[in-house]
């Protein structure tokens, strides 16, 4: 078994405590029990503490959650919480995953991100990076495999700005993807040896620093999770960060726009790193006073599915309902467009949303 000891107290204290259910992500989608943390904590007290099998609905059960930490943000915000459901669920699935009992669409993740660096199915020579001249550079542009092979209209407005800027800026030829994707499935040691990999192959580019569109790799790249660093002179931005950075040296700036502007926060960039204002800047350098927030925002906002990996295979119905979710909490407010700041959320919240959704790279791109 590979749960930490210290974890089990979360299972203990869980399995009684219905408290973060309205704020569970997966639930509000499923409508399930077992999909909420409670359900989960109380499922794996049966593995764990009363000793049986990981059994099919208990796997599914694992697999569901979407690794938001919405409930950890709530339990935080409690006197006697502060525990960690999503950190109890990577230490189930990698013990699921070491049985050989991890779904099917984790399997075929696995078998795709170390042969392709990516989870779609698609060929490494029909990525963004496939054509890219790597050179030496102060910058570099860390994509993920969502925007290097999906979401290309968000490199090309990234680049777009950056060009505009004469920033000193480089891409990794067929980047790489890191260990992140692969960790969250459950399997670690897959997932150290693909961060080593891309971590000696940033370090070999000689870039002072990294800019990223995917939240998930900007933690991995700031938590030091797989047990090394990167070189510590290299800064680490995730794009709106470094966006703003720009804005506030006047390097960068924006013409005024009238629409009236949302956020979808990021779960990996925010809640998990604790950084919510630089987005929001960005977007009051152009919206100013049209800058609306939702009801629920930053730490509470639910899950816009940047860790919800099996909204890749035919579990789309998923994604729909929450998209349809953060959409109509949009809408509520009046808000003409959503801006994102991951290609995943783009994705998710796009779906069946009568407004316009824009990574925060489309949005800057627009108003130069």
């Known amino acids: 078994m590979n749960i930490d000891k210290n974890i089990l107290n979360t299972i203990e204290a869980c399995r009684y405590c219905p408290m973060c259910k309205q704020v569970c992500s997966s639930e509000f989608v499923s409508y399930k029990e077992s999909d909420t943390p409670r359900g989960r904590a109380i499922l794996l007290y049966d593995v764990y503490e009363a000793g049986h099998e990981f059994d099919e609905s208990i796997v599914e059960s694992i697999y569901n959650c979407f690794l938001c930490g919405c409930c950890r943000s709530w339990c935080d915000g409690r006197q006697e919480g502060g525990y960690d459901i999503p950190e109890l669920v990577k230490f189930a699935r990698r013990d699921i995953a070491s049985k050989g009992s991890e779904p099917l669409f984790a399997k075929t ?92 192959k940033i370090e070999a580019c000689g870039c002072k620093t990294i800019v990223t569109s995917d939240p998930l790799f900007y933690d991995e790249f700031k ?88 909204f890749y295979n035919d579990r789309t119905c998923l994604s729909d309902s929450l998209g349809q979710k953060i959409c109509g909490m949009a809408k509520h407010i009046g808000a003409e467009a959503i801006i994102t700041l991951s290609a995943a959320a783009k994705n998710v919240v796009s779906y069946g949303c009568d407004i316009k959704v824009m990574d925060i790279s489309e949005f800057v791109a627009d108003l130069i």
């Open 109 to 200: 993740m696995k078998d795709l991100l170390i042969k392709n660096d990516n989870p779609f199915g698609i060929e490494k020579n029909k990525s963004f990076s496939a054509d890219i001249k790597e050179k030496k550079a102060e910058v570099l542009y860390y994509m993920g495999p969502e925007v290097n092979f999906v979401n290309k209209e968000i490199a090309e407005s990234t680049v777009k700005i950056f060009d505009s800027l004469k920033i000193n800026y480089t891409v990794l030829k067929d980047e790489n993807v890191g260990g992140s994707m692969l960790n969250l499935l459950g399997y670690f040691e897959d997932a150290k040896r693909k961060a080593e990999k891309l971590f000696k």
């Open 223 to 310: 938590s030091n999770c797989f047990g090394f660093n990167l070189n510590s002179n290299i800064k680490v931005y995730q794009l709106s960060e470094y966006l703003w950075e720009l804005i506030k040296t006047k390097k960068l700036v924006l013409k005024n726009t009238d629409k009236k502007i949302t956020l979808a926060d990021s779960e990996f960039f925010g809640r998990y790193n604790n950084v919510f204002d630089p987005p929001r800047q960005v977007i009051k350098s152009a919206a100013s006073s049209n800058f609306i927030e939702m009801r629920w925002n930053k730490e509470k906002l639910i899950s816009a599915g940047e860790a919800a990996f099996a």
